[in-house]
């Protein structure tokens, strides 16, 4: 079995085209030849030559299989090379004792000797089904990318409903083009012009549950007559969604408190947000309680307070307190890297662990009654990667 992450023969220098709708990640960076790929499997080769020997195999495995089973490992491996970067000893899969058969993903010593167990969690803010419905979107988008030719326009899609049945992409692309042939493209540039995505030029396809718009927007003089292998050019939702990622956040956490229960050591809960709208509020809000406005009736006055929620607070007081802290990540993509965010959110109720500021990631400190932040360095930083990695351009 190779030591290398990636084949470097499956890699096409020629292949300059993006990622596909339906396409796993990883084959996307096993294969691509644009200069962006290039670099992050250069990085994650890096990584993975540090990582132990007799883990990389399962490793690798867990990479090429599911989308979301990728990212989970994506997600150990940066950890285990940040914390390596910060000078920590790190085991995998440590045993924790006789009695207990559960192996945490981590045990990391601290330069001073200081030790904990460390747990990763991706949140994705999805069920099983919404899972479902974006597989089976992106999977109806990749076949219209493949089987539509439109040599003079560009595709903004919308879909208003989506069915439980799998679309017919070979139905979408008859009447499409049958719809391209009634188009005048003088005036398309002018609808779109003075209308935007609110113009009239537009094909409805309403069939089986599904009701999706598709907007013709004009190429560019130059670049007409040219049929295009990636005809669709954006994406909009038909209206707002609710975003639930600090309840995710608050669930993965004390499921990971629950599945592991007591330890020998302290610990810590590492969790990568990877909802879209995923930000520091969220894991605020799900670590130290959600924050609500509670008024006095009598005097009118008011403030914003937290409630028992949060992971070390409940109705009889302080909880969990052998969890030292959490480690959030959002906004972390192996393409991303240099603006993710990593912040160390420390437990309130215990007296700080001094040791943990050799994770100089940004940390939330107790400060009295309140958290502080003190800031530190950024993925991209400890990394040694340049703000605007990896390099975009075909």
């Given at each position: 079995m190779s030591n290398l992450l990636f084949d470097p023969s499956l890699v096409d220098a020629s292949n300059l085209e993006p990622k596909g709708h339906d396409m796993k990640t990883f084959d996307y960076l096993s294969m691509?030849?644009?200069?962006?790929?290039n670099e992050e499997?250069?990085?994650?080769e890096r990584w993975f030559s540090i990582y132990p020997e007799q883990e990389r195999s399962e490793l690798r495995r867990r990479m090429e299989s599911k989308e979301q089973e990728f990212y989970s490992a994506f997600f150990e491996l940066f950890l285990y090379a940040s914390l390596k970067q910060m000078g920590a000893a790190v085991q995998i899969h440590p045993d924790v004792s006789d009695e207990i058969l559960k192996h945490p993903d981590f045990l990391v010593c601290l330069p001073s000797g200081y030790e904990f167990y460390l747990e990763a969690v991706v949140a994705s803010g999805q069920s099983d089904e919404e899972r479902s419905a974006v597989n089976a979107k992106n999977a109806f988008y990749a076949s219209l990318d493949r089987k539509l030719q439109s040599p003079d326009y560009f595709w903004s899609v919308t879909i208003h409903s989506q069915g439980k049945s799998s679309p017919s992409a070979k139905q979408v692309v008859h009447g499409l083009r049958e719809y391209?042939?009634?188009?005048?493209?003088?005036?398309v540039i002018t609808e779109f012009e003075e209308k935007g995505f609110d113009t009239p030029c537009r094909y409805v396809w309403n069939h089986d549950g599904w009701l999706v718009h598709f907007v013709p927007i004009p190429k560019a003089e130059d670049a007409r007559g040219k049929p295009e292998s990636r005809p669709l050019g954006s994406f909009h939702m038909p209206k707002a969604i609710c975003c639930d990622d600090d309840?995710?956040?608050r669930t993965s956490v004390k499921f990971k408190i629950k599945h592991h229960g007591e330890v020998d050591k302290p610990y810590m809960i590492a969790v990568a947000a990877t909802g879209d709208f995923a930000e520091q509020e969220d894991f605020m809000n799900a670590i130290y309680g959600t924050v609500v406005y509670e008024m006095n009736t009598k005097t009118g006055e008011g403030r914003n307070v937290r409630q028992g929620d949060g992971v070390w607070s409940g109705d009889d007081g302080p909880k969990n307190n052998h969890l030292v802290a959490v480690l959030g990540a959002w906004k972390l993509f192996p393409y991303s890297i240099p603006r993710a965010n990593v912040v160390i959110f420390e437990n309130p109720y215990i007296d700080p662990v001094g040791d943990l500021a050799a994770l100089?990631?940004?940390h939330w400190l107790r400060n009295g009654s309140k958290p502080e932040y003190r800031p530190g360095r950024s993925p991209g930083e400890i990394h040694g990667l340049d703000p605007k990695w990896p390099s975009f351009e075909a």
């Open positions: 691509s030849g644009k200069p962006s790929a499997r250069t990085l994650l391209q042939k009634t188009l005048n493209i003088r005036d309840e995710d956040i100089d990631f940004p």
